[in-house]
């Protein structure tokens, strides 16, 4: 397995987490390209530092978003967004080290907050229209 710093990816994250989950502390939740996994029908995962290991290190919990390519890459764009949000719909808000699992991260809620922030990003749009 390969990993590689995704500088994009982790711009979306970041601005999907001030929109939509602000409990998300973007400064330690770090978003990585993967190549080499032989896992089929995934294109992310989301990895959490959990308690013991925070108190072994003496650190607090930290995220790691994992986006297997190039199967990520070939999604859309809407789909890859979707896929952000999902992933970023496991960190519970209590940002411990825990996961929210499928019964809350569904493709119900995940289209929910997609809507959620597309009208957000609409709403600046025409915001910003109306300043010129």
Known sequence: MKYIESPDIQKKMEDFSRVLFPHVKVDRVKCF???GSSTRDVYARCHALGKLMQLAVGVKAHYALEFLC???????EEEQDKTIIHELMHIPKTFGGGFRHHDFVCEKNINLFYKTYQSHKDSQTNLSKSWK
């Open 70 to 76: 190039p199967r990520f890459d070939k999604l859309n």
């Open 33 to 35: 390209r993967s190549y």
